[in-house]
């Protein structure tokens, strides 16, 4: 039993790996609390479901669906209200206020939209995979290679690709960045694409197999900022490890207590972070102002 | 009539929530999502009191809001300890650990079955409040005397100091006060107060549930305070006033109650963004976020 919790763990872990990453992209460059990514979450779900069960398409036209809409709404929402805030020098107090505003408004949105009920992605049992104990089905398997390949990717593209390099060049001194005669306007546009395309993408693989409604999103980017600080902030490689660890440690909540105490149990480890060890695992030690 | 005393007891309580977000929000700048977490810590521990023992309504809430004022110490120490974003998600992580004790913890909480039948409080051992009318009074008095704490509490130099600590946490303690003891303080208040609008709503309801107490209640209130602004007691009132009534018109309209609960959030949420955007200040506040 024990290691088909580890399994389980694994994939819930893998999956808040990909939200984690969308949610790192905005604020390892910007710094920005960005909260209305749990309603990206959520928009992208829909778009996904409404593609393809009410119009019929096939799943990966839904999932591009997804995919490009989220990307342009995260990119919309940075134009409308994040970036004049930046440019109204605003702190990160007041961003995140605005934020919980443009959350409160899409997430009802969706809800006048498709309705407050649970959708799910149609009743059809998948295919099962065991071996000995261990149950995998087939669209916990999809979830697993899905998301490697997408974390394989992203790292390979934030490590190889001038453009990643520019992430990381923000990352490490945004105002360096601009001296040396970028764009930060330019990269805003960039990131913000590339975080909506990633929830977008952490949301479609989640939704397809657990359905969702229109308040799935804040609990899962919760998790995705936690496995954030857990595996430290400012780095994108501690999303991997906070996400599985994470994944991981709320199977073993389930496993020995109950499902109903995995939400205090994750909260309590990011506090004892917050106060023990805010660096996280890899992050480098600094003053946090 | 009883819907205009209803009107009037949540305004109260929504106020003293409001001015209890006030003093770490709008004081010191120091952005609490956990007020939710205080107020519900307040409602049951107020639930607990009235059910058990016999006590007149002022001990009874002097106890809730000290007893309160103590869980407001997990928030205060991570203040001192935490800055900027790290310490909006401690608050964020203690108002979601509180939810989830109200909502899990069935032996003590009966979680999502929540608590019904609380008794009414009792002025001086024999007057019961149970007439809307009366609660109506206490709602207004209650709001009234925290309106009195807070307006002296900013005028004193105890609200001088927490307001620069707003503008320079350093220099304050380069000047000799002792930051952390102010921000100790300050959260206590503020987790009493909020245990006193939590005593009024356990009080009048006579029922109360988690869902009443979460992370969306927490922005709630947040909302009554920017929307009415920062700094000032008549802020509060204001924000208070608008997030009680306009539900009500928008039932006026005739919008279905489903549709109308959705279009609501949507215009908090809308006033959120606006005023962050463009009226910093809300509709009558003092000071701006920071």
């Given at each position: 039993m024990f290691l088909q919790f580890i399994i389980n763990g694994l994939i819930t872990g893998m999956l808040y790996t990909l939200a984690s990453l969308g949610y790192a992209l905005v604020y390892n460059t910007t710094r920005i609390f960005h909260l209305a990514l749990a309603v990206l979450y959520v928009v992208a779900?829909?778009?996904?479901?409404?593609?393809?069960?009410?119009?019929?398409?096939?799943?990966?036209?839904?999932?591009?669906?997804?995919?490009?809409?989220?990307?342009?709404?995260?990119?919309?929402?940075?134009?409308?209200?994040?970036?004049?805030?930046?440019?109204?020098?605003?702190?990160?107090?007041?961003?995140?206020?605005?934020?919980?505003?443009?959350?409160?408004?899409?997430?009802?949105?969706?809800?006048?939209?498709?309705?407050?009920?649970?959708?799910?992605?149609?009743?059809?049992?998948?295919?099962?995979?065991?071996?000995?104990?261990?149950?995998?089905?087939?669209?916990?398997?999809?979830?697993?290679?899905?998301?490697?390949?997408?974390?394989?990717?992203?790292?390979?593209?934030?490590?190889?690709?001038?453009?990643?390099?520019?992430?990381?060049?923000?990352?490490?001194?945004?105002?360096?960045?601009?001296?040396?005669?970028?764009?930060?306007?330019?990269?805003?546009?960039?990131?913000?694409?590339?975080?909506?395309?990633?929830?977008?993408?952490?949301?479609?693989?989640t939704a397809w197999d657990i359905g969702m409604d229109p308040y799935v999103g804040m609990p899962i980017l919760l998790n995705a900022i936690v496995a954030l600080i857990i595996g430290g902030a400012g780095r994108f490689e501690s999303c991997v490890i906070g996400g599985i660890t994470l994944g991981i440690l709320q199977a073993l909540v389930v496993w020995q207590w109950s499902a109903q105490w995995q939400e205090a149990i994750t909260f309590v480890v990011l506090i004892i972070f917050l106060f023990l060890r805010p660096q996280g695992f890899i992050g480098e030690k600094s003053r946090v102002v | 009539m009883d819907f205009l005393y209803h009107i009037i007891i949540m305004i109260g309580i929504y106020t003293i929530l409001a001015l209890a977000a006030n003093i770490p929000v709008g004081l010191a700048n120091l952005l609490s999502l956990a007020q939710a977490a205080f107020y519900g810590i307040g409602a049951y521990l107020s639930a607990f009191v009235l059910l058990n023992f016999n006590i007149p309504l002022l001990p009874g809430l002097f106890v809730v809001a000290i007893t309160t004022g103590f869980f407001s110490l997990l928030i205060s120490l991570a203040s001192i300890r935490l800055k900027g974003d790290y310490f909006i998600l401690a608050a964020l992580g203690f108002q979601l650990i509180v939810f989830s004790v109200l909502y899990n913890w069935t032996d003590v909480t009966k979680g999502p079955y929540g608590i019904s039948g609380i008794p009414p409080p009792r002025l001086f051992a024999f007057i019961e409040l149970t007439a809307n009318f009366q609660f109506a009074i206490l709602s207004v008095s209650l709001a009234a005397l925290t309106s009195f704490l807070f307006y002296y509490l900013v005028k004193s130099p105890f609200g001088r100091v927490l307001k620069s600590i707003r503008s320079d946490e350093l220099s304050v303690s380069i000047s000799g006060r002792n930051v952390y003891q102010f921000k100790i303080i300050a959260f206590f208040l503020s987790a009493g107060f909020s245990a006193s609008a939590g005593f009024l709503f356990a009080g009048y309801v006579k029922y109360i549930d988690p869902t009443s107490f979460t992370l969306d209640e927490s922005i709630f209130i947040l909302s009554a305070l920017f929307i009415g602004g920062l700094g000032n007691v008549k802020g509060c009132i204001v924000g208070a006033a608008v997030i009680v009534i306009l539900p009500e018109l928008l039932r006026f309209a005739g919008l279905p109650d489903n549709i109308a609960a959705n279009l609501r959030q949507i215009i908090y949420g809308l006033a959120l963004i606006l005023v962050m955007l463009y009226f910093p200040k809300g509709l009558a506040g003092d000071t701006m976020l920071k």
């Open positions: 779900a829909y778009i996904f479901w409404h593609v393809t069960v009410v119009c019929g398409f096939p799943m990966f036209a839904g999932i591009f669906a997804s995919v490009c809409f989220t990307a342009l709404l995260s990119l919309a929402i940075d134009r409308l209200v994040y970036f004049p805030l930046f440019k109204l020098k605003a702190s990160l107090s007041v961003v995140l206020v605005s934020s919980i505003g443009v959350f409160t408004v899409l997430t009802n949105l969706v809800a006048l939209t498709w309705g407050n009920e649970f959708k799910a992605f149609g009743s059809d049992i998948s295919r099962i995979y065991s071996s000995g104990n261990l149950i995998v089905t087939g669209k916990q398997l999809f979830q697993f290679i899905a998301s490697l390949v997408l974390i394989i990717t992203f790292f390979l593209f934030l490590n190889r690709s001038k453009t990643g390099l520019r992430i990381k060049a923000v990352r490490d001194d945004s105002e360096l960045y601009q001296v040396l005669g970028f764009s930060l306007t330019k990269m805003r546009v960039t990131v913000f694409l590339l975080s909506g395309a990633m929830i977008s993408l952490a949301s479609c693989l | -």
